[in-house]
């Protein structure tokens, strides 16, 4: 068990640029999340996956954001047209799926916006 | 809707003092409570949980929390501060429903300086 792993860690790009990030979640966890997170903030819920399904998505998850998991493992999140307030740590994290259990997080992708 | 309300930016304190940093919470179901604990550019640590049961919760590096109904509050102490403590703690609050999907609402975070 490697935990959960995201990639890259640090992201620099243009405004306007799209950027993708990648999540591989613990093995055979079947609900897998995504949270921003602004400097001295806490993270704030983005969507998530139970296998396959994108179950829910926050608000916050503008037309620019998509995010995919397909055949239920890793998973990406997509922003088009980066823009300055996209800066931000992104953090994924992965739980067995049950009622009642913890969700491991990986060390996030540090995006910044230029 | 559920919320997380942390008092306190920051807090800093002596090694071998007392750590208490506050959670309250507002949740219209049961709660599940969590603290989670974050280096620096590292992801988030689970320090502690509460689900049901005793309300006096341990967790790990010497950290407990009492989950307190009548209060709404999940106060986080540790009797003793090292050094390593210092980081940054957020509490969150997950609804006991399937339908909640188990997705984690943060407070803002307390980041504990510790002084020798």
């Known amino acids: 068990d490697t935990g959960v792993s995201q990639d890259p860690r640090h992201k620099i790009t243009k405004r306007g640029q799209n950027v993708t990030f990648r999540c591989d979640p613990i093995s055979e966890h079947n609900r897998l999340y995504w949270y921003r997170q602004t400097l001295g903030q806490g993270p704030e819920f983005l969507t998530y996956?139970?296998?396959?399904?994108?179950?829910?998505k926050s608000r916050l998850l503008s037309d620019r954001f998509s995010a995919e998991r397909p055949k239920g493992s890793f998973s990406t999140l997509e922003i088009q047209r980066t823009e300055q307030g996209d800066s931000a740590m992104y953090l994924c994290?992965?739980?067995?799926?049950?009622?009642?259990?913890?969700?491991?997080f990986g060390q996030g992708t540090r995006l910044t916006v230029v | 809707a559920q919320s997380v309300t942390q008092l306190g930016s920051h807090v800093s304190v002596s090694e071998g003092a007392l750590v208490l940093l506050r959670c309250n919470y507002s949740?219209?179901?049961?709660?599940?409570l969590f603290w989670y604990v974050q280096y620096p550019n590292q992801g988030l640590q689970l320090l502690l949980k509460?689900?049901?049961?005793?309300?006096l919760v341990k967790g790990i590096n010497g950290f407990e929390a009492e989950f307190k109904k009548s209060e709404t509050s999940f106060h986080l102490t540790k009797p003793s501060a090292h050094m390593s403590d210092a980081a940054e703690y957020f509490c969150a609050v997950t609804l006991s429903i399937k339908a909640a999907g188990n997705k984690l609402t943060f407070g803002g975070g307390t980041r504990v300086l510790v002084k020798p």
């Open positions: 509460y689900t049901t049961g005793a309300t």
């Open positions: 994290a992965s739980s067995p799926g049950q009622v009642n259990t913890e969700a491991f």
């Open positions: 996956f139970q296998n396959e399904a994108q179950l829910e």
């Open positions: 949740s219209s179901v049961p709660p599940y």
